[in-house]
């Protein structure tokens, strides 16, 4: 997986956007979505670190919505190894392949939005790499100051698949301030999609 500065190098620099300013560009949208990633750390143990990007998390089955909403205002493009646009207006079908829809206002400008696509079927979120971890929808999510975001665990869950310096950093800070239920689910999760992890050993020790 290329790094933040090597994406910025081959696809163009992201401007710096916040949770209140996903919130102030989404309201009105019916359907689901949530902050995601650092941002979603960061809000939960109460400190900062810096951020690449904001992502924001949707169910995959709402792709379709949530594109012809964010239309014309962004552009949409899906990600998944290159860039392709998406276009509102017609029946939207992604492969598999593409987990995550980039925005920004049109080429000539930086990039302001990774959504990441999650599997949900029904009220249940079902972890993309192993969809023996399950859990509903309404337990991986939490809110704090009028924005909804993702729960650190189910987070640092999905960072575990390709763990970086931020995400070990991301790991640490967590670890002093999440309930002792959170970190079993988190450990027994690991255990069952990600046996080897080396973060396995240390929540068992705490």
């Known amino acids: 997986m290329l790094d933040h500065h090597e994406v910025v190098r081959l696809y163009g620099p992201w401007v710096r956007r916040t949770p209140s300013d996903a919130t102030a560009r989404f309201a009105g949208y019916s359907g689901r979505w949530w902050v995601a990633g650092g941002w979603a750390i960061d809000a939960f143990v109460g400190s900062d670190r810096e951020h690449g990007d904001l992502d924001i998390g949707i169910p995959r089955g709402s792709a379709a919505e949530f594109v012809d ?3 014309p205002g962004l552009d ?25 829809l980039w925005l920004r206002a049109s ?4 990039w302001e939005y990774d959504v990441m696509l999650e599997s949900v079927e029904g009220a ?22 009028g924005v909804t975001y993702l729960r650190p665990e189910v987070q640092l869950l999905l960072k575990a698949g390709n763990v970086r310096a931020k995400d070990e950093e991301d790991f ?17 999760a690991l255990r069952t999609a990600h046996p080897d992890h080396p973060w396995i050993d240390r929540l068992d020790q705490r």
């Open 124 to 145: 249940t979120w079902m972890y993309k790499r192993d969809v023996r971890i399950a859990r509903p929808l309404d337990e991986c999510l939490w809110a704090h100051r």
């Open 69 to 71: 909403f964010v239309s």
């Open 172 to 188: 640490e800070r967590c670890l002093p301030v999440l309930a002792a239920a959170d970190l079993r689910w988190l450990g027994d």
């Open 107 to 110: 080429g000539a400008d930086p």
């Open 76 to 100: 949409v493009w899906a990600a998944a190894g290159s860039l392709t646009p998406v276009f509102r207006g017609s029946e939207l079908r992604l492969p598999e392949s593409v987990g995550n």
